[in-house]
């Protein structure tokens, strides 16, 4: 009969052949990263793949000193460790002892690198931005003088604005080469006179997106004394440039929208700027008339020679009332004349002695009204109308009183 071994002497034995093997105890392995998880304890459990297979892989924490990232879904990496078996489970897994980010990873790695460093400087930061002027006439580019980015840029430009001048620096955006054109392309255009700048290009991976990744390129932005839009590759793709540049656009045709405004928009807004100026201008001047004829008239009022009119009115209509209170006055002094010469007439001397009567005195001047005064042989004057008379009293004769 045929022995039988027991599942754990079985998993020993495959172990102890893992372990025998040189190879599998000192291996490189590269692939994908999937189902990566950070345990508690510090270990990390992962699985490797390709196109062709995946494999278990743990990194223990005493191992994770020499991890300078952090582990992500999808990372392309490089495993060193061995390869041995989990007796308890019976499966075998990649045991790592150092990882590494492979080819794009490792341009990844030095992208997160250089983006933290960069952002310590400050290089990020919005007080550092630049506004886009909202009516550039001329626009620098920095991009291949061929390409879909350029041809993007010119016809998005044109229909938006045919008066805007494009001014083009034919710069190597990619390969070597490509970092001392772009920052070239940058310094030149900034000389120009250009009111923005447009740096960029179409799409691509990563390494072909790598000169827009380099410090050189990330400070002549950061440094150019000119507004720079970042227009680098599609509207996923995100370089350093991007973060440096005072405004960033998904693509080179979202870049030539911002940079260059629309004409037609701009003339029908000018319009209704216009409409607007001249209905706020005539309503002004109807107000400023309003107050300027409000301000005549008191003014008008206020003036001197109003002022003397009034008051020449106001003698003219004292003197007219005094002249009417005048000949009130005479009217009624001549109506009261006339009566007092009725009255004085009824009593005058004249017309008593008209009537037969005569005045008496006696020789000292005095005038006799009762027959007590008068003496007998008493001399009198008679006075009348006509003239007067010498008589002599020869008798008096008392009456009696009624």
Known sequence: MASVYTVGKINAYIK???TQDFMLQNVWVKG???NCKYHTSGHIYFTLKDASGVIACVMFAGNRKGLTFTMKEGQKIKVHG???VYERDGKYQLYAKEIELDGAGELYQKFEELKTALEEMGMFDKQYK???PQFAMRVGVVTASTGAAIQDIINISHRRNPYVQLILYPALVQGEGAVPSIVNGIHCLAQQNVDVIIVGRGGGSIEDLWAFNEELVARAIFECPIPIISAVGHETDVTIADFVADMRAPTPSAAAEMA???????????SEYQYSLLLHMNRRLHMSRSKLENISLRLKHQSPRHKLLQKKQYVSNMQEKLQEQIHGKVQSTRHKLALYVQRLEGVSPLKRLSG???YVNNQEGQSIHSIA??????ELTLTFRDGQAKTKVTERKPTKAR
């Open 373 to 378: 005064q008068i003496e007998a042989d008493e």
């Open 82 to 84: 061995s390869v041995n």
């Open 32 to 34: 994908e990263v999937s």
């Open 356 to 358: 037969g009567f005569a």
């Open 16 to 18: 102890n052949m893992f």
């Open 260 to 270: 260059v405004f629309e004409y037609n928009l701009f003339a029908q807004r000018l």
């Open 130 to 132: 630049q506004p886009i």
